[in-house]
């Protein structure tokens, strides 16, 4: 192995790069992969297989080598698992070999490959079952894995993902997809060509002339056309899926240590020219270093200069070799071609491979380049649906019949010979179809041989042999995906580029069949092995899952707020920058005693308008609604078609065919499309209109004795008095000209008043409130103080006091299940069985002796004796300031009857004793409710 | 309740644009936004703005659904039913903020966010745009653009169309 | 069959492993069985072993349209755990964790259940709630269960996010240290070649195309091998299960969706418990083989096409690395899809079909893995004795009617 002075069209000899492998120092130039640079210097071995630990050296060039996996640092960023044939030379770069240790050529573990008649296919499987899996377990866990992958975070990994669009995406730029991008961009198409390598031309250099033009010199000049038609193209991009409607998702790599770039591309129609990859032979010690695959070393030789050897055996099966062969001989190879068709063939040589053995003759030599023909890259047309069909001339799947949006040219098409490739894509380019060509070459099928004797390899990263084909077909592992799965061939990171053919091949030799009847595993997205980075980009940290945030919270900062994530919004859960147990009870005494004053902004206002808005509202909703009047306000329940509560709120009618629903403040998006799902489903959509108001107007709620003191001091207009305003009905008025909802609603209990003003005026609203409630020793609070407030109360949170089986009866609204007449949404639910049975959880309060703590929220009710079992769980439970004793509330099975008695509480294997109450602890008369 | 307001970056208002390499991004204050839901609101005197329109005007519609509208910078109107017109219509002038990105790099950007093209048009300008429901249309002149989008949401989208523009 | 046994490997490494024998037989279709079951995955395999285990019912037919355990059973993220809420649901999912306890001796095939645990993160104060209802729930319903700290969760998962900025830090977890993962090849072939051991015959590319009926009661199948009688017949189809129910004449409350899942390159351990975090939507495990292995929320568009899409691949694979930043750099190698059976509780259906002698074992939805003990032992029960299970009484058809609903949403971890 070493690199010739004359050779390497991609390589740049005035650009030398230093690197490490193993440990050890070598040199390449700029344009190297890590294998081409480490075959210069020499480097024969260079992995080790995953089972048996054996040596492993270069087979390919690019994406097909199963063996070269190195973990690679560059300052200071490591990156496990890289593959070394398509990992671009950088400067520093330090490899080492995974599942390895200490080198690749010294590992511990190749040992184990003595033991390999122990450890074949599947023997996993029949052992280990006593005593227990467990005992082995770890054992295998710490073997297996390749690379392994540091614990840190790398900071600017990040992924780039980008939509896109073209007319015709051109997948692969050898010389069939480098004429068909030329052509559809001279025709005027937006055309983009994705290549994966950094210089593109495919294995087009290995061919001397094209079009009477040198290689490099026409590869050239086709980019150039392609850039002045105005085409794009992306190196260093695979295009690694093909998804619904012409969406095919590529890579785009860069510099080592940056993300990759996603690019998400919506073709109007893609040409496939990804080539066909080089296929293994069978043989004895045919995964020995030093077997290699015979395209790439023609590939190593004309694109980095690099000669595998000056001496070679090669053992071809077709036609196509003669090319790779006279331009291997031409570079200074000395080469001796034998049959591989010929029985007894094996690879001679201890840890690297020293020639061939057949017949009784050796045939010395440093490297084994083989080939049983090339494979089709036809992945992405698998992806997209389409079919496949067996070429016996080639001994080949290929695209078979039409897709919409997808033809495939050259020799991923099974077009070997350049000049029918050049046809197709000229076609192609123009968006025709052209049918495939017989091929020149011809083809003697040479397939694994089932009972011929030395270890023969299959996969030769999961180590799986001929051998273990043939015990999968004694045991009957006979179907395609039985025996990947069986015997692991095809599941290593290769995802069995070169392993599935042979591994088909064998099995139907086995099975007596054909290969096309054994048929092929499922092709499956990535290609090629991405990084799980490009899936996630810039949804990160605080774009991830984003929170809304308050127009108020620059204000809610001002004054020490503590913002606590509710609903998937930013809120105030208390002020302060001391120990928020101390502020929330301050908060919540201080709202009881005077008032205090909360930012509900994010409470859901959609409006419903139109000439139907009044019966629509009554059949979404579980309460009668069409006896409310305009200016009145009325507590409901919206329930799932299985009468489950979805969501509670209030309506307000504004006018005859106008209403306001205040949902949950994390329930809008789901409220909204509930809305528009039933405005669409059984009415009519022209009578009735939906409208999201909840980022128009901001909600300032002043709760406590002192809030209409609070609203007197604020110069209104309006009358807020109690006979003017009473309880549940609202006002509309202006503040300093602009207009302002106040409703009357209260979650606390108290006397509380709900101002809304749109968005833009409620710094102003907001400072003007709390200036005057300061006055009078009432100051903003937060949603830990209200939650203690309406559980005072016994006024349900959904989701919170209730779950997937709450139906509004179990909350002690049963009248309209009773009475209402017209139809509403859930109602039919709410009369099975289940819906009646008196053992139904309900919400009941439940206390404890005074002076005791709390509940712990989510201990269960449960029966007394034994077969103990839960009667239902505590939802909600506080410290109440202002009763200066706990409150709890809870859903416990038939509780309304049990009002009185005791229960044990059990959590974590403690019992507590509890009295089951009512559920509201406060004022039941409502007498601070109506002040 | 766990105490995040460390993990939030305060909110900044945009009051000077915010440059970006060939694209810069400000806000826009406009007279007035109104939703207006109908059976025939798409059939107006005002100029209907669909993708890839370019707006010129100082009053025009955005085309949002086959019975709704944005009416940008019109006339006060009543809210609520309006049952001679046969339309809805809520004043959102505060619900949504609009942002206006401009520049040679401004598509590129967005095509970050959202899978748009200029030769893909569509009949409304509602879309999602990194995750975020947002109306986008062009404005003025063809490498302009505006974005109204949720008002809650403003500070993420800026941080969106912030990290995108550092892409190159 | 050829016993399983390290002495026998040991053996059969010095002879050239010739002496191994078919782990099942390929026969062709009788034309009558005593029972016939359609879908040769887990829950079918399994309810044609318990069939002729516990009930001596050997004349039996699995029939599989495509090749055995191909569908969802070869498709799964192999989680294996009985976390869930209601009593119901404990008695059979842990009945099933039981069952998998001692399956590979059972068996005589190593299912490799690897009981390191599960657990479920919580990211809030409301979160920890709910965790503290599920653990309180578990406990009560005897089932393992432990509460973590954020502390001990860091220790035993040092991968997670807990980095100061993380989007959703970690209050907690809950645990369920008999939960963990098991090889779902291994789990078909194993009840495969127990039933064929005993009798079965398993005939695979044999699709159903129609049930026949006689005065309305089942008693046989068209398939595209034949028709074929029986007295019994149970269908074991899961995401077909609408398809199949079509052709029977009733309907069922199912939607099938496309799920996906999806796994790494092999790496060095360093992760040993299997984790969901509901923040995220996303669950991970790591194989025995080292490739991470993880999945996600549902492709929500109703598709038999066991294949999904990007935007669902970005949210699952994104919340991940959100979840574990030091994956970033850790390579995706493949991903795939099945179809999911999702019932409006997520709660499976077991029992009678409304159709005399068709009977049903459906509707897992994304949680069939772990419940194949159980639901091939419930089905198996069923038809041999005519009578529900104690156990699978509660997951009766018609349950949809009366409304005893058993809903699980929560505790399937992943939104529906």
Redesign the interface.
């Known amino acids: 192995m070493r690199r010739l002075d004359d050779k390497g069209a991609v390589i740049d000899r005035a650009k030398p790069l230093n690197f490490t492998f193993d440990g050890k120092p070598y040199q390449g130039f700029a344009g190297d992969t890590l294998a081409s640079a480490l075959m210069a210097n020499g480097v024969r071995i260079v992995g080790r297989s ?1 089972k048996y630990h054996r040596p492993r050296g270069f087979w390919g060039a690019w994406v097909d080598d199963p063996n070269a996996i190195m973990s690679v640092t560059l300052n200071g960023i490591e ?3 890289c593959l070394a044939t398509t990992t671009y030379l950088e400067n520093g770069m330090e490899a080492r070999a995974v599942n390895a240790w200490p080198t690749a050529k010294h590992d511990i573990k190749g040992g184990l490959d003595l033991f390999h ?2 450890l ?1 296919a599947g ?8 005593p227990d ?2 005992l082995f ?1 770890p054992m ?3 073997m ?11 900071d600017e ?1 990040h992924s ?6 073209c007319d015709t995406l051109i997948i692969g730029g050898g010389a069939s997809g480098l004429t068909a991008a030329r052509v559809a961009a001279e025709a005027g198409q ?1 055309v983009v060509l994705v290549d994966d390598q950094a210089q593109p031309g495919g294995s087009s250099y290995q061919t001397g002339t094209i079009a009477d033009t040198a290689a490099a010199d026409w590869i050239a000049a086709q980019m150039a056309a392609i850039k002045t038609a105005g085409g794009r193209v992306l190196h260093q991009t695979t295009a690694y899926g093909v ?2 409607h012409g ?1 095919i ?1 590529c890579v785009e790599n860069g510099a080592f240590g940056t ?1 990759p ?1 996603l690019w ?1 591309i ?1 073709a109007g129609r893609a040409v496939l020219a990804t080539g066909a990859i080089d296929r293994p032979l069978t043989f004895a010690g045919n995964d020995k270093p030093g077997v290699m695959s015979l395209f790439a070393s023609a590939e190593y030789l004309v694109r980095y200069g690099v000669l595998a050897s000056d001496n070679a055996v090669v053992l071809a099966n077709h036609s196509m070799a003669k090319e790779a062969v006279a331009t291997l001989t031409a570079a200074g190879m000395a080469i001796t071609q034998i049959d591989p068709d010929t029985p007894g063939l094996k690879a001679g040589g201890w840890q690297v491979t020293n020639g061939i053995s057949v017949s009784g003759r050796h045939h010395p030599s440093d490297v084994v380049l083989a080939t049983s023909g090339l494979t089709p890259l036809v992945h992405l047309w698998r992806h997209a649906g389409g079919k496949l069909t067996w070429d016996d001339a080639r001994q080949a799947f290929l695209p078979d019949g039409q897709l919409s949006n997808m033809q495939a040219i050259g020799a991923a098409n099974g077009t070997f010979d350049l000049n029918h490739a050049l046809d197709e894509a000229q076609a192609a380019g123009l968006g025709q179809s052209h049918p495939r060509q017989d091929t020149s070459h011809h083809l003697t099928p040479v397939w694994p041989k089932p009972g011929s004797k030395g270890r023969q390899w299959i996969d030769f990263q999961h180590d799986v042999t001929l ?1 273990d084909i ?2 999968a077909a ?4 006979v ?1 395609v ?2 025996l990947k ?2 015997t ?1 061939l095809g599941m290593a ?1 290769d ?1 069995g580029k070169t392993s599935n053919m042979a591994g088909l091949a064998a099995m139907a030799t086995l099975k007596g069949a054909t290969i096309p009847e054994i048929g092929t595993t ?1 092709f ?3 290609f090629v ?23 108020l ?2 204000r809610h ?1 001002d004054a020490d ?6 609903g998937g ?2 809120r105030p ?1 208390w002020y302060g920058n001391g120990a ?1 147990a101390d502020h929330i009870r301050d908060e919540a005494m201080t709202a009881r005693t005077t008032a205090g004053i909360l930012d509900g902004s994010p409470l859901g206002k959609i ?1 419903v ?3 139907d ?1 009044e019966a629509f509202v009554n059949f979404v909703f579980y309460n009668t609604m069409t006896t409310l009047k305009p200016g009145h306000i009325r507590y409901g329940f919206l329930l799932t078609e ?2 489950i509560v979805y969501d509670d709120g209030v309506v307000s009618r ?2 005859n ?2 209403f306001l629903i205040s949902c949950s403040s994390s329930h809008v998006d789901g409220v909204r499309s509930l809305l528009e799902n039933w405005r669409q489903d059984g009415n009519n ?2 009578r009735i ?1 939906i ?1 999201d ?5 901001a909600t300032i709620t002043v709760t406590g004795p002192k809030a209409r003191d609070i609203l007197n001091g604020l110069d209104l207009d309006a009358d807020v008095s109690a006979d003017a305003l009473p309880h549940m009905r609202f006002i509309e008025t202006h503040h300093q000209g602009h207009p302002l909802r106040i409703a009357r609603v209260s979650f606390s209990g108290d006397l509380s008043f709900e101002l809304s003003i ?3 005026h409620a710094p102003n609203l907001w400072d003007k409130v709390t200036a005057v409630a300061g006055t009078m020793d009432a100051h903003p609070i937060g ?2 103080a209200m939650s203690i407030l309406r559980a005072e109360k016994g006024y349900i949170m959904v989701g ?1 006091d209730t ?3 709450t139906m509004p009866q179990d909350v002690g609204f049963g009248i309209p299940r009773r009475k209402k007449t017209n139809a509403f949404v859930g109602d039919r ?1 709410l009369h ?4 009646n049975v008196p053992s139904r959880k309900v919400l009941v309060g439940l206390s404890v002796p005074h002076g005791e703590p709390p509940l ?5 009710v ?1 029966t007394d004796g034994a077969n ?3 009667l239902g ?1 505590v939802t909600s439970s506080y410290h109440s300031p202002f009763l200066s004793r706990a409150i709890a509330l809870g859903m416990i099975e038939g509780a309304v009857e049990r009002v009185g008695d005791e229960v044990t509480v ?4 403690s019992n507590r004793r509890a009295r089951i109450v009512s559920p509201c602890f406060l004022d039941p008369n409502g007498e601070r409710l109506h002040a | ?5 460390h ?5 900044k208002p945009l009051w000077n644009p915010l440059a970006f390499k060939d694209a810069n991004l400000c806000a826009v204050t406009l007279t007035r936004q109104s ?1 207006i ?3 025939n609101v798409r059939k107006a005197d005002l100029p209907l703005i669909e993708w890839p329109d370019v707006a010129k005007d100082a009053t025009y519609r955005l085309s949002l659904r086959r ?2 509208v944005a009416e940008i910078n019109g006339d006060i109107r009543p809210e ?2 309006n ?1 001679t017109k046969g339309e ?1 219509c ?7 903020t609009v942002l206006q990105l401009k520049g040679r790099a401004a598509l ?1 950007i967005l ?2 966010g ?4 200029l ?2 048009p569509s009949a409304s300008v509602a879309r999602k745009l ?2 975020l429901d947002v109306w986008l249309y062009r404005f003025g002149v063809e490498d302009q653009f505006r974005i109204h989008v ?7 989208l800026i ?2 169309l912030t ?2 523009a550092q ?1 190159r | 069959m050829s016993h ?3 002495f ?3 053996r059969e ?2 002879r ?3 002496g ?7 026969p062709a279709p009788k034309p009558e069985y005593d029972v016939i079951i359609i879908g040769g995955g887990g829950h079918g395999l399994a309810t044609a072993y318990y069939l002729a285990k516990q009930h001596g019912i050997k004349r039996v037919a699995v029939l599989e349209k495509g ?2 355990g ?1 569908g969802n059973t ?1 498709r799964n993220t192999t989680a294996i755990r009985s976390n869930y809420f209601y ?1 119901e649901s404990a008695a059979l999912y842990d009945f099933s964790v039981r069952l998998y306890e001692g399956l ?2 059972d068996l ?3 299912v ?4 390191r645990g599960m657990m479920v993160t919580a990211h ?1 104060e ?1 979160d ?10 578990m ?3 005897g089932i393992d269960a432990e ?1 973590l700290t954020a502390a001990e969760v860091r220790a035993r998962v ?2 997670l996010n807990f ?1 100061a ?4 830090p970690i209050h907690g977890a809950v645990s369920q240290p008999r939960g963990g993962t098991g ?1 779902h ?2 789990v078909a ?2 009840y495969a070649r127990g039933a064929d051991t005993r009798g079965v015959d398993i005939i ?1 590319n044999c699709e159903v195309l129609g049930i026949q009926k006689e005065a309305g009661r089942a008693t046989g199948v068209t398939t595209t091998r034949g028709d074929i009688r029986a007295d019994r017949i149970g269908a074991t189809v899961a995401g077909h299960s609408s398809v199949l129910a079509e052709l029977a004449g009733f309907k069922l409350p199912i939607h099938s969706y496309a799920l996906q899942a999806f796994v ?7 992760l ?1 418990t299997v984790v969901l975090c509901p ?1 995220f939507g996303t669950y991970v495990s ?1 194989s ?3 490739g991470i292995v993880f999945g996600g929320g549902l492709d929500r568009i109703p598709s038999y096409g066991q294949r999904g ?2 935007p669902v ?2 949210d ?3 919340a ?3 979840m574990m ?12 899809g099945g179809i999911v059976d999702v019932t ?2 997520s709660s499976p259906i077991i029992g009678p079909s409304g159709v005399e002698g068709l009977y049903l074992n459906c509707g897992w939805g994304t949680g069939g893995f772990k419940a194949i003990p159980a639901g091939g032992y419930m089905l198996a029960h069923l038809m041999a004795t005519g009578q529900h299970h104690d156990l699978s009484r509660p997951f009766d058809l018609d349950r949809f ?5 058993i ?1 699980e ?2 505790a399937s971890g992943i939104a529906h």
Not at chain 1, 529 to 551: D, F, M, N, S, W
Not at chain 1, 693 to 697: A, D, E, I, K, S
Not at chain 2, 7 to 11: A, D, E, H
Not at chain 3, 165 to 168: E, P, Q, T, V
């Open positions: 995953f990156l496990p698992n008649r122990f074949g023997f996993y499987y029949k052992t280990f079952i006593w899996w467990h377990e295998i866990r710490k297996a894995g390749l690379g392994a992958v540091t614990p840190d975070h790398l990994f780039d993902q980008i939509h896109d669009h937006n998804y619904d969406l998702a993300a770039r998400r919506r051998k043939e015990v004694r045991e009957n592992y179907s995906e039985h799965r069986y692991t990171s995802q499922t499956r997205p990535p092995p991405i990084p799980l980075e490009v899936y996630h980009g810039a949804k990160t940290k605080q774009l991830y899952h984003p929170v809304k945030r308050l127009v919270e620059a900062r707020a503590a913002l606590c994530e509710y919004w930013l859960g928020a409006e308008m139109g000439p808005a299985g009468g504004i006018d065919d106008r959509p022209d209109f409208h108001l909840t980022m128009q107007w749109p968005s833009r949603i830990e919170k779950d997937g089986e639910s099975t069985d289940k819906a712990v929220t989510g201990a269960h449960v103990q079992r839960s769980y059990w959590h974590d294997g | 309740m766990r105490d995040d307001r993990l939030w970056t305060p909110p939703l839901s109908g059976t019975d709704r609520g039913w049952a809805a809520s004043d959102v002038s505060d619900g949504y590129g095509k970050r959202t899978e748009i093209s030769e893909h990194f995750g949720a008002r809650a949401y403003d500070e993420t941080a969106h990290t995108a892409h | 399983y046994s390290a026998r490997l040991f490494g010095l050239g492993q010739k191994w024998t078919p782990a099942w037989r390929m090749w055995l191909g070869g009593p590979s001796r005589n095939y190593n490799m259940f690897s009981q809030s409301h920890l709630e709910m965790a503290t209802r599920q653990y309180n729930a406990r009560i319903n509460m040092p991968l980095r900025d993380a989007r959703h090889r090849d291994a072939w194993g695979q790494s390159e092999p790496i060095k351990p360093i040993d923040a790591q025995d083989k080292g899409n990007m691949q970005e699952v694979v994104g991940l690395v959100e930043p030091a994956l970033a750099k850790v390579k995706l190698l493949r991903h795939w409006p509780d009617t009366t409304g005893r609903l809903d949403s929560a």
